[in-house]
Nanobody, 119 residues
Framework: QVQLVESGGGLVQPGDSLRLSCAAS????????MAWFRQAPGQEREFVAR?????TYADSVKGRFTISRDNAKNTVYLQMNSLKPEDTANYYC???????????????WGQGTQVTVSS
């Protein structure tokens, strides 16, 4: 069992940066694939990034967002640069053993943290 708690969301202006954190409790954090998804109002939840021994990004965030993890701290991060209004969404952290780019690949989810990009 893994419990995930996101933090770091907020209201920022276009072009600003923000770093999200996801703290995991439970055992064997280092064995899980960790990912970030996001969901905007009225939209389906979509894949943003994942980290295994390598990283994968959605095309919409490639070059602007960076996912990383600190296994000693049981934490995964999402550094978001050059934020755009279309990045506005609730961002969710997820953990899974298989860890693809689909929601069903992840067994554990956090409650989400809101990111709003607006001038």
């Amino acid at each position: 069992q893994v419990q995930l708690v996101e933090s770091g969301g907020g209201l920022v202006q276009p072009g600003d940066s923000l770093r999200l954190s996801c703290a995991a409790s439970g055992r064997s954090f280092s064995t899980y694939v960790m990912a970030w998804f996001r969901q905007a109002p009225g939209q389906e939840r979509e894949f943003v990034a994942r980290i295994r021994s390598y990283t994968t990004y959605a095309d919409s965030v490639k070059g602007r967002f960076t996912i990383s993890r600190d296994n000693a701290k049981n934490t995964v991060y999402l550094q978001m640069n050059s934020l755009k209004p279309e990045d506005t969404a609730n961002y969710y952290c997820a953990a899974g053993g298989f860890g693809g780019t689909k929601m069903e690949d992840y067994a554990y989810w956090g409650q989400g943290t809101q990111v709003t990009v607006s001038s």
